[in-house]
Nanobody, 126 residues
Framework: VQLQASGGGLVQAGGSLRLSCAGSRRTFNMQAMGWFRQAPGKEREFVAAISRNGYNTHYADAVKGRFTISRDNARSTVALRMNSLKSEDTAVYYC????????????????????WGQGTQVTVSS
C-alpha cells in the first residue's frame, strides 16, 4: 500500500497544523491507520491511531487533548489535526497502515504496521 503524507511545515509554538495522508482507494477501508513521529536522535514513537471504521481512536499521552486523528474512507485519507503545538512536537511525522481483520481494532506499535508513508517534517519554533 502506497501512502502519501503532506501538510508539514514550520509553525510557532501554540499554533496548529493539519497533516493528511492518502492511501490506496482499493484497500483503504480495510486498513487501520496510524501516525508516528521521529525526532532527531530518538526512536520512532506512536502519536495516534484510528480503526478501520473510524469509531475507535487512541492517542499518546503527550498529545492527548491537543491532536485529533480522523479518516474519510470515501476519499481514502487520514488526517491529524495538531493544535497547541509545542517545541517538543518537532519531528518527522509518518502515517502508517495495516490490514485490520476487525473494523474496531486500533494498532499502536510500529511493528503492527506494514506500510509507511515517506514522512513529513513538522518544526515548531519556540
Amino acid at each position: 500500500v502506497q501512502l502519501q503524507a503532506s501538510g508539514g511545515g514550520l509553525v510557532q509554538a501554540g499554533g496548529s497544523l493539519r497533516l493528511s495522508c492518502a492511501g490506496s482507494r482499493r484497500t483503504f477501508n480495510m486498513q487501520a491507520m496510524g501516525w508516528f513521529r521521529q525526532a532527531p536522535g530518538k526512536e520512532r514513537e506512536f502519536v495516534a491511531a484510528i480503526s478501520r471504521n473510524g469509531y475507535n481512536t487512541h492517542y499518546a499521552d503527550a498529545v492527548k487533548g491537543r491532536f485529533t486523528i480522523s479518516r474519510d474512507n470515501a476519499r481514502s485519507t487520514v488526517a491529524l489535526r495538531m493544535n497547541s503545538l509545542k517545541s517538543e512536537d518537532t519531528a518527522v511525522y509518518y502515517c502508517s497502515s495495516n490490514y485490520a481483520r476487525r473494523p474496531e481494532h486500533v494498532r499502536i506499535t510500529p511493528n503492527e504496521y506494514q506500510d509507511w508513508g515517506q514522512g513529513t517534517q513538522v518544526t515548531v519554533s519556540s
